[in-house]
């Protein structure tokens, strides 16, 4: 199964993403021979570099992930470079220039890939101007890869969507989540429907409660300028938290194709039950980190690090009580929560089942624990059954067991491993794993009344020290409804 011939532009060629992810991934699809020879990439960016330079610039981002480097030489000799200006007329014609010889070069047959990595602010500048200067009026396929964020809120998402829509149709966009390349994100469909034991029970009869958790314990890093803008709300939860409970809460759909996939996903995000701006606090928790211990080094506050401003009102952490108001969801909350500088870098949902009726046990001392399904997505891969079962030896006690499924080891994270998958979905034209502009908009609108509410109050930040798992009110969220999070380390 090799990719078709392609030409791939790829705006923000010298960042900071292409440079982990993108090239990494795509030496991985040509080391296993995945990818067509003929394949060429142009690099684009505002810097000047020689082609040589920009080749020795792809070689040094492959060689920090340690691959196999045989065919690295080879490899890089695909790459040219394109010093680049956005806004200027005289750049997109030298820049189709090179676009058409290497496509007659490559043997390309008019196959062009665009691929958006750089700041926000030009997607749609570069998507009109594809058009406008004649890089769209191809006889190959076109598609334009879009990174996030998509948009700010509901309404800049629709006039950028209008930008490049007016370029590309929704079926030629694929807007990316790197979360739905990740393989156990992948695999909650399959978990789901192809499984007796589970199926019938995935609904509000037998199930309490769902929980995600999504820790890092980096901090904003160098990312300052665009975080202040953004914060966990739309940096986390508008995109890979929504997404995660759309597949989580999804009803079957009735072919595993990419159309009815989305359609599914799209009724539930649109069955999320809105949250008006003076109900936000009973339902959303925001948080911020201050200093704290992570890794046995002392780390600083957000408000600390680099291009933050010091009253920052930006949030690192958000917890949310989310609810479907459908039949298989209605009465069950959906808890999300996700924050910088947590005290473990993970990934997690835990399923938890409705206790059985009554407790058999009990006269024998025994308290039963409820039934939890946990999927590991990061660092570990797997899934975890909590069972009870009896003590063994002359005692009808009960215990709790857990049964174990492990994917593989560690390290899947930061690996270009999601950004390989969706690199080949890409390539293929397989848009199921990226995201329809109907999720964009109902997440968005979802979404944009909690961003409201707090834009319009000062919070009490700092609210939690790195290295924990987030401000007291995110645990007294769960605490009103009976509940508690499971531990996740
Ligand atoms: C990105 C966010 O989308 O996801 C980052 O912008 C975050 O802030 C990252 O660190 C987390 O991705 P992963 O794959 O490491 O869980």
């Known amino acids: 199964t090799n990719t078709p011939a392609t030409l791939v532009l790829l705006f923000g060629a010298t960042g900071d993403l292409a440079k982990r992810k993108l090239y990494p991934s795509l030496y991985n699809l040509y080391e296993k021979g995945i990818l067509s020879e003929q394949f060429a990439v142009i690099g684009i960016a505002r810097r000047r570099l020689t082609h040589e330079q920009y080749r020795n610039w792809v070689k040094d981002s492959v060689e920090t992930f340690g691959m196999p480097q045989e065919k690295i030489g080879k490899f890089i000799r695909h790459f040219y470079f394109q010093s680049h200006d956005v806004t200027d007329e005289n ?39 594809l058009k406008e200067y004649g890089f769209t009026d191809t006889k190959g396929f076109k598609r334009l890869v879009i990174e996030k964020p998509f948009g700010w809120d509901l309404s800049s998402a629709v006039e950028l969507n209008e930008r490049i829509r007016s370029a590309f149709s929704e079926k030629e966009i694929y807007r990316i989540d790197h979360y739905l390349g990740k393989e156990m994100v992948q695999n909650i469909e399959v978990i789901r429907f192809a499984n007796a034991i589970f199926e019938p029970l995935w609904n509000n009869r037998y199930i309490s409660n769902i929980q995600i958790t999504s820790g890092e314990t980096l901090g904003v890093e160098e990312r300052g300028r665009y975080y202040e803008k953004n914060g966990a709300l739309r940096d986390m939860v508008q995109n890979h938290m929504l997404q995660i409970v759309s597949l989580l809460a999804m009803e079957p ?17 649109r069955a999320l039950h809105p949250i008006e701006k003076k109900d936000v606090h009973k339902y959303f928790v925001r948080g911020q980190y201050g200093r704290g211990i992570i890794g046995g080094k002392e780390v600083p506050a957000y408000r600390e690090e680099p291009m933050v401003d010091p009253n920052s009102n930006t949030e690192t952490f958000v917890a949310g009580k989310l609810m479907i108001d459908n039949f298989r969801w209605a009465g069950v909350p959906f808890y999300i929560r996700t924050g910088k500088r947590m005290q473990a870098k993970t990934l997690k949902i835990v399923v938890q089942f409705k206790d059985i009726p009554m407790n058999l046990y009990y006269r024998n001392g025994s308290s039963l624990n409820p039934n939890l399904l946990v999927i590991h997505i990061q660092p570990e891969e797997g899934i975890t059954l909590h069972l009870n079962v009896k003590k063994s030896g002359r005692t009808m006690e009960t215990t709790p067991v857990k049964l174990n499924f492990s994917n593989k080891n560690v390290d899947g994270i930061n690996t270009p491993e999601a950004y390989e998958k969706l690199l080949y979905d890409i390539l293929r034209g397989d848009a199921t794993n990226f995201t329809h502009w109907d999720e964009v908009a109902y997440s968005w609108n979802f979404v944009d009344p909690i961003s409201e509410a707090w834009a319009e109050e000062k919070a009490d930040f700092p609210n939690y020290a790195a290295g924990t798992f987030g401000p007291k009110a995110a645990d007294e969220l769960l605490q009103r409804d009976g509940f508690f999070w499971w531990p996740i380390t």
């Open 253 to 269: 759909p009735i072919r595993l194709t990419t159309d009815e996939i989305r359609s599914e996903k799209v009724k539930v995000l």
């Open 91 to 129: 750049s997109y014609r030298e820049l189709k220039g090179l676009a058409d010889e290497l496509d007659e070069k490559y043997a390309a047959n008019g196959n062009r890939i665009f691929y958006l990595a750089m700041s926000p602010e030009f997607f749609g500048t570069v998507a009109e101007s």
